[in-house]
């Protein structure tokens, strides 16, 4: 069984940083995809950045340029680092990995970390 537990998040102020960790029960490099979603209240939960176990990485638009996605094999963690945060970064954060077994995908979620950014 796989488990994920996400951790970092708080209050910000705009302009500040914050960075996330996701700590998986086993390696990530197993993965063959973990990402960080959110999900604002009234909003439907939205990818903010993937990472591939080849080290391919694809962010939203509106984070592009100040969070990164990062994971640690030794560590068994998925990172993001968000810098220059802004108010609409408000959200809970989600962890997600995604197991691919005999062709077929399985997802896991972690039970999220909420983040604040104050203006």
């Known amino acids: 069984q796989v488990r994920l537990v996400e951790s970092g998040g708080g209050l910000a102020q705009a302009g500040g940083s914050l960075r996330l960790s996701c700590a998986a029960s086993g390696s990530v490099s197993r993965f063959a995809t973990m990402g960080w979603y959110r999900q604002a209240p009234g909003n439907e939960r939205e990818l903010v950045a993937s990472?591939?176990?080849?080290?391919?990485?694809n962010y939203a638009d509106s984070v592009k340029g100040r969070f990164t996605i990062s994971g640690d094999n030794g560590e068994n963690t998925l990172y993001l680092q968000m810098n220059s945060l802004k108010p609409e970064d408000t959200a809970v954060y989600y962890c997600k990995a995604r197991l691919i077994i005999m062709v077929k995908a399985y997802d896991y979620w972690g039970q999220g970390t909420q983040v604040t950014v104050s203006s």
């Open positions: 990472i591939t176990n080849s080290g391919t990485t």
